[in-house]
């Protein structure tokens, strides 16, 4: 089995598209992440939820355990809108990281290894350029473990 | 021989001050090349006293880290900075003066780079909420964490350096450096009012923000609290009892830590993940290194050269160490500096005298607040720069400058009346 055999249409949004927008796709339709396209339609990278979080919780507030308890409801609804008015170029990791895409041909254990390496919870299947669609974790567990 | 070690030395401390590589990688390469051209043998290095690692510090350093590490995990700190943001009544500057004193008192019972660990974060929440801009919290809290640390032995790593070396007590630094370190917080405290005078504007709506924090939230385990905190105590007991039970603070810290890890319920990579290996690593190979220097007689020349030129004059020599020492203690980090100066110290009292070994106290005090004029004189303020770093703060070394600077000078300036009156007129 095959990478483009895996793969099933995903949601994806553009660098400048509107950070808010991206999250409540994420949210409505419970993503694990969302695929980051080019403006000509090629995918850039995986921005998974978590990176989302990275970005809205304080690095102060993800360092230190017991200042996230104390923080209240209306603090973190705070936290949350200064997702307002960014793009999700924004949102993504500013160092240099392994991008979690494989080509339709990608064996599916070379999906499942850099699933692993780049602890990503998707990865986006490319041919010719064009995003084919995305495997998720949840469809790669299930391709190794049928009627779990 | 001895140009050999001098060159290795200087060599080592050049790359340490400049960072080409790291300070580790620098120290123990230098005390590598030391032992491998036989400057200073095996013995010499581990075993002998006078110029091997001193133990006593690493081993101190290490106790104290690993209690600090479950202290950490308690929640306690947090718990105090809120109230005190709460008790302030989300008045800036009242705030300011809450942090400050409350970063003083604990980098006297803690090392000062734990103390801006656990006092930056709820710093950065408190300042956020109240829309004021952390910086100037941020350097106010770690120029007070370098005051507060010279109060005692434990507060500062020049500090656990200069007892070892000059066989100083926990309460010789209480006595001797304590008195001058109150005094000196109370003019920093009013130095803050007029230093950061532009950071106390703020919007009274946004206290409510502050006085919503849950800081009985902060600590999830009381039982561990009360674990940690019995020892603490214990130690610090230890610590000023020390003398009268003839026992190595050393020794006091490690039975802490032991007796707490035996009772935390913590897994090693719990209580062993404050310990600062690197920093270990680095004293081992800094006292190497200065041990070569010492077998080699430099140390000995150079504490002559200096009795010479201050014609035995022990006021004169004070005030020197002190100002010097201040000055240098800007420019590079104030451990390796010590650990470089406190034999050439120790040899300058025995040739020339030491009442009320006044030469220590003017090598710490120097040492301790010079550390407060650049960023790079003291590992708390690089640490403090790094976590400003990570949250979107830049504090350039001019901007720090601006306000160490001033604070070394006038603290300083402030010890030499201290040291005259104290150990000379008064004497």
């Given at each position: 089995m095959r990478a483009r055999d895996l793969a099933v249409p995903f949601p994806a949004v553009s660098l400048d598209e509107d950070a808010l927008t991206a999250a409540r796709l994420m949210a409505d339709r419970k993503l694990p992440g969302i695929v980051v396209c080019h403006g000509d339609g090629s995918p850039h990278t995986i921005l998974p939820g978590s990176q989302v979080l990275r970005f809205v919780i304080p690095r102060y507030v993800q360092d230190d355990e017991a200042l996230a308890r104390v923080i209240d409801e209306q603090a973190a609804d705070d936290m949350f809108a200064?997702?307002?008015?960014?793009?999700v170029r924004d949102l993504l990791p500013k160092e240099e990281y392994e991008l979690p895409v494989v080509k339709g041909e990608d064996t599916v254990m070379e999906v499942a290894a850099l699933m692993a390496r780049a602890h990503s919870p998707l990865v986006a299947v490319v041919e010719e350029g064009r995003l084919l669609g995305c495997v998720t974790v949840a469809d790669l567990l299930e391709r190794y473990l049928p009627g779990a | 021989m001895a140009v050999f070690a001098v060159v290795v030395f200087v060599a080592a401390y050049v790359l340490i001050v400049t960072e080409r590589i790291h300070r580790v990688a620098a120290a123990l390469g230098g005390a590598g090349i030391m032992l491998a051209a036989g400057v200073v043998g095996a013995e010499d290095a581990f075993?002998?006293?006078?110029?091997?690692?001193d133990w006593n510090v690493v081993f101190l350093l290490l106790g104290m880290m690993i209690i600090v590490g479950v202290l950490r995990e308690t929640g306690v700190f947090e718990y105090l900075a809120i109230t005190a943001a709460k008790r302030a009544k989300g008045k800036p500057f009242r705030v300011m003066v809450t942090f400050v004193v409350l970063t003083a008192v604990a980098s006297a019972l803690l090392d000062n780079v734990t103390t801006v660990l656990l006092v930056a974060p709820v710093t950065l929440l408190v300042c956020l909420r109240l829309g004021v801009p952390p910086v100037p919290f941020l350097i106010a809290e770690v120029l007070a964490s370098n005051i507060g640390g010279?109060?005692?032995?434990?507060?500062?790593p020049p500090n656990i350096i200069i007892a070892s070396r000059g066989d100083l007590s926990f309460n010789d630094f209480l006595f001797n450096m304590g008195p001058i370190v109150v005094l000196l917080l109370i003019v920093y405290l009013g130095l803050c009012r007029i230093l950061f005078?532009?950071?106390?504007?703020?919007?009274?709506?946004?206290?409510a923000q502050v006085m919503s924090?849950?800081?009985?939230?902060?600590?999830?385990?009381r039982v561990l609290l009360a674990k940690a905190g019995a020892v603490l105590l214990l130690v610090t007991v230890g610590f000023v009892l020390h003398s009268a039970l003839d026992t190595e603070v050393s020794v006091i810290a490690l039975l802490g830590a032991g007796l707490l890890v035996s009772i935390a319920g913590l897994s090693p990579k719990e209580y062993l993940g404050e310990v600062e290996w690197p920093t270990l690593v680095f004293f081992a190979g800094l006292f190497i290194m200065v041990g070569a220097l010492i077998k080699v007689g430099i140390i000995g020349s150079l504490a002559e050269l200096v009795t010479d030129v201050t014609g035995g004059n022990i006021l004169l020599a004070a005030m020197l160490l002190l100002v010097v020492s201040g000055v240098l203690s800007g420019i590079v980090d104030n451990i390796p500096y010590v650990a470089t100066m406190a034999p050439l110290v120790a040899d300058l009292a025995e040739d020339a005298g030491n009442p009320g070994n006044v030469l220590w106290w003017a090598l710490a005090l120097g040492a301790d607040l010079g550390g407060?004029?650049?960023?790079?004189?003291a590992s708390a303020n690089v640490v403090v720069l790094g976590i400003a770093e990570r949250n979107g703060y830049h504090i350039s070394f001019l901007e720090f400058f601006k306000y160490g600077g001033i604070v070394a000078l006038l603290t300083i300036a402030l010890c030499v009346p201290y040291l005259w009156l104290r150990y000379f007129v008064l004497a």
């Open positions: 200064e997702l307002a008015g960014k793009r | 075993f002998s006293e006078e110029t091997g690692v010279a109060a005692t032995l434990i507060g500062d005078r532009r950071a106390f504007s703020y919007d009274e709506a946004r206290v924090l849950n800081e009985k939230d902060a600590i999830e385990d407060n004029a650049t960023i790079v004189g």
